[in-house]
Nanobody, 111 residues
Framework: QVQLVESGGGLVQAGGSLRLSCAAS????????MGWYRQAPGKGRELVAI???????SYADSVRGRFTMSRDNAKNTVYLQMNSLKPEDTAVYYC?????WGQGTQVTVSS
């Protein structure tokens, strides 16, 4: 079955950290490139970070320097390490490959 499954979300205080995981299965290989997106209440979905097939990462201005995207090819999993979290980081976080999306994981940052 082709799917993406996110995990690792939760409630954290401002300044705290969380690590999100996205496990890919089926014909999806994270080595081909993946993205993390987020959608806050009442807002559209926005790109947070991407990792290319050669491992190059790129970040939204709002998270650069605080978030780090990585992958484990053997586990076919990508990660999003989120540090120095802010209340404005509160959103549902999704991983993505092409037309395939995960179910999302909720991140809530309290002030």
């Amino acid at each position: 079955q082709v799917q993406l499954v996110e995990s690792g979300g939760g409630l954290v205080q401002a300044g705290g950290s969380l690590r999100l995981s996205c496990a890919a299965s089926g014909s999806i290989l994270v080595i081909n490139g993946m993205g993390w997106y987020r959608q806050a209440p009442g807002k559209g979905r926005e790109l947070v970070a991407i990792i290319s097939s050669i491992g190059r990462t790129s970040y939204a201005d709002s998270v650069r320097g605080r978030f780090t995207m990585s992958r484990d090819n053997a586990k076919n999993t990508v990660y999003l390490q989120m540090n120095s979290l802010k209340p404005e980081d509160t959103a549902v976080y999704y991983c993505n490959r092409g037309a395939l999306w995960g179910q999302g994981t909720q991140v809530t940052v309290s002030s």
